[in-house]
């Protein structure tokens, strides 16, 4: 026999039959859920921090501790929050020029970043200056918490030092010798301003890549170099044989001068040695002229005769000269 219930009577049948199974089953739920909670529990409150973090914690939006490297445990269910913070890693920030694939050969954005790289010198040139910025993270509590965007006030900050020094300096100074002295006076700049508003951030280098005039104006500003150069040249030049024949003569001078003081003092010294030996030999004539008179005589004829090529004796009595006698010969004999 067919059954011909109705559809009322068999919604209510199976709304029997559900209800006996929640009333088998319903026993288990609470052990469901409580299992669930305890996995999302443990889920969230073990938490890792790489070994160049550091971990960041708040509680309920307000900073409570941070947390070094490893495995580490905090309250569940959004009660407490960890945000990583890395620490150890050398960020860099680029100025008038981006980086489009780094490598070996790096490759560079074909864009020009004329906002960021033209600086005004101080006597009123134009450059087009390039750096870059490489920092760290020293507090990361600072970081999050006392500024609103790290990376914004690195670059505004790093322009707004950079400016400045490059308005303090002229143009050639920028281009040649004052590089180095920028680039340090930047950094230690930037890095008081970072502390000042307390960004959590150390600097930790600031370098001058390229400082070069405008394109509009590279061949004009090249020719006056050039010429600055070649100025130079012959000033070198100039002081380099200056330095050569200035010295030179003042060497020939004091020369000079020492040869006729050892001159003067000479003949001063003879002089006096005459002077005294004319004395000496006047006061022995004094005593025995004769005797000084003949022995003055055959000192000279001692000092002449030797150099004589020729020698004659002549008679005062005789009228012609004698036969010329070879004295100067050997023995004095041979004819």
């Not at 906002?115 to 870059?132: A, F, P, Q």
């Not at 030179?248 to 002089?271: C, F, H, M, P, S």
Request: aromatic residues 8%.
């Amino acid at each position: 026999m067919e059954d011909f219930r109705s559809p009322e009577e068999l919604f209510r049948e199976e709304a029997e039959k559900v209800k006996k199974m929640g009333k088998e089953y319903g026993k288990y739920i609470p052990i469901v859920i409580a299992a669930l909670i305890i996995i999302f529990g443990l889920t969230g409150s073990v938490y890792s921090i790489g070994p160049d973090e550091v971990g960041v914690i708040q509680r309920f939006g307000k900073f409570v501790r941070t947390t070094e490297p490893g495995l580490h445990a905090k309250f569940p269910f959004g009660i407490e929050k960890v945000t990583p913070i890395k620490v150890k890693k050398i960020f860099k920030e680029e100025f008038g020029f981006r980086t489009a694939r780094a490598g070996v050969r790096s490759v560079y954005a074909t864009r020009q970043y004329a906002e960021e790289s033209l600086m005004l010198t101080g006597d009123l040139n134009i450059l087009d200056v390039r750096w870059i910025v490489q920092y760290k993270v020293n507090d990361p509590a600072k970081l999050l918490f006392k500024t609103r965007d790290p990376i914004g006030n690195v670059r505004v900050l790093s322009e707004v030092v950079m400016r400045r020094l490059c308005g303090d300096y002229t143009v050639d100074e920028a281009l040649t010798t004052k590089r180095e002295e920028i680039a340090h006076l930047a950094q230690i700049g930037l890095q008081k301003l970072l502390n000042k508003y307390q960004t959590g951030i150390d600097v930790v280098t600031v370098k001058l890549l390229d400082v070069n005039p405008p394109d509009a104006v590279k061949p004009a500003f090249n020719e006056v170099n050039e010429a600055k150069q070649e100025r130079e040249r012959m000033i070198n030049e100039a002081w380099e044989e200056y330095n050569k024949e200035i010295p030179r003569a003042k060497g020939e001078a004091v020369r000079t001068i020492n040869q006729a003081e050892g001159y003067g003092l000479d003949r001063v010294n003879r002089a006096k040695g005459e002077s005294e030996r004319f004395l000496a030999t006047w006061e022995e004539y004094k005593k025995a002229p004769d005797i000084t008179k003949k022995r003055l005589y055959l000192e000279t004829m001692s000092n002449v005769l030797p150099g004589a090529k020729s020698k004659f004796i002549i008679d005062p009595r005789e009228s012609s000269i004698l036969p010329l006698l070879r004295i100067g010969e050997k023995g004095g004999e041979e004819r």
